[in-house]
């Protein structure tokens, strides 16, 4: 999806700042346009920002300075059950008292929606979410993934332009979790509606998102698609925190026609794609990802650089197969290659020269 503007944003966070304490800010100027129908994941470790931001525009916190505005108009005044914002949780929040049913009228009955309108809303919810035959039972009679459901279902009942998620799938095993993450995607893809998801799982984020926005330190990071987040990392953060990385420190020897000459520690020189380096003696970590490594010397693509390795370990993944090696003084480069009938299998303590192209190494800033 194109980056929305200003003008055209559906959602906005203009120049905003969180502080609880007013000394240190959790959030520090925050300027993200969100596109109407877009899905955009706020990424990040614990402590990055990304729940107090969704929390803000939820309305359950208050930002200390900066606007926030939904579909062009301020809302940082207005209280959250005004907003016209639905919500989905890691704990469900579902009334336990309540069944199903009364679980989803509750929100319709807040918002004046007429009787006559209520079941028939309710019964498209529960439809969605593949739940229509649970609307008598309680929550304590449902399992996780069913009281999820019905999460989402009250969270999409009132029909919002706008739903949060905060951690919706945390609390799910990890089948389930990947299963909920597909249909929480083809219900946005369906129903249009704009939503922005927390997590700090990076393959929820690059499974389910438009963009996403990785948070550290209270800043964003980098905002970009998952491909070019994963392809084309800003930052050493970014290529750590997205994905497995194999990364190499090194200083830079020069820079010219777009690559970066970089000698490593153990005096091995390579190129690589400079991203956050600027000149001759600056130190460097250079990233490569396992997948794009070859150690089957036919397989090497054109102008690859090469160099020796060492086998610490060899791992039988089913579809892949994980190889741990010792390069260049580190003894975490991981190699992933698929299981093919012509792989031969690595033993531990071989020596053997592993290689990949140039513009797969990006040379990024020293963490």
């Known amino acids: 999806m194109n980056t929305p503007t200003k003008t055209d944003a559906f959602v906005q966070f203009d120049r905003v700042q969180k502080s609880y304490d007013g000394e240190t800010l959790v959030v520090k100027e925050l300027n993200l346009s969100i596109g109407k129908g877009e899905f955009l ?3 990040g470790p614990s402590g990055s920002g990304k729940t107090t931001c969704l929390m803000m525009l939820a309305g359950f916190e208050t930002a200390t300075q900066g606007d926030i505005l939904l579909d062009g ?17 890691q704990n469900y929040a579902l009334f336990p008292h309540m069944t199903v049913n009364e679980n989803l009228y509750f929100p319709l009955e807040v918002r004046g929606i007429g009787k006559s309108e209520r079941e028939g809303k309710i019964k498209r919810a529960l439809d969605m979410v593949q739940m229509g035959a649970f609307g008598n039972r309680r929550p304590s009679q449902l399992s996780g993934g069913q009281q999820q459901r019905i999460a989402l279902a ?18 799910l095993d990890k089948q389930l979790r990947e299963h909920m993450q597909f249909e929480i995607k083809h219900l946005h893809e369906t129903l ?4 922005v998801y927390v997590t700090h799982d990076q393959g929820e984020a690059l499974t389910m998102s438009d963009r996403i926005a ?5 800043r964003i990071q980098q905002l970009a698609a998952p491909d070019v987040l994963y392809e084309a990392p800003q930052n050493s953060f970014v290529a750590q925190f997205i994905g497995e990385n194999n990364k190499l420190p090194g200083t830079v020897e020069d820079i010219a026609d777009g690559r970066a000459v970089v000698r490593l520690a153990t005096g091995e020189v390579i190129a690589a794609t400079p991203v956050n380096v600027s000149g001759k003696g600056q130190k460097t970590l250079i990233s490569i990802r396992p997948e794009r490594v070859e150690y089957r010397a036919e397989m090497l693509p054109e102008g690859a650089h090469t160099v020796e390795a060492e086998v610490l370990e060899f791992i039988y993944m089913g579809d892949i197969f994980r190889t741990r090696l010792r390069v260049a003084g580190s003894d975490d480069f991981v190699i992933k290659n698929r299981n093919t009938l012509d792989q031969r299998r690595l033993k531990p303590g071989e020596k053997i020269r592993i290689g990949w192209a140039p513009q797969d190494a990006r040379a990024l800033d020293p963490l």
């Open 192 to 195: 249009g509606i704009t939503v």
């Open 214 to 218: 990785v948070f550290n330190d209270g």
């Open 41 to 43: 994941t706020m990424l």
């Open 73 to 89: 108009k301020p809302i940082n005044a207005v209280p959250p059950h005004k907003r016209g914002i639905g919500m989905v949780f």
């Open 154 to 171: 009250r969270a999409l009942v009132f029909e919002p332009s706008l739903v949060l998620m905060d951690e919706p799938l945390g609390a």
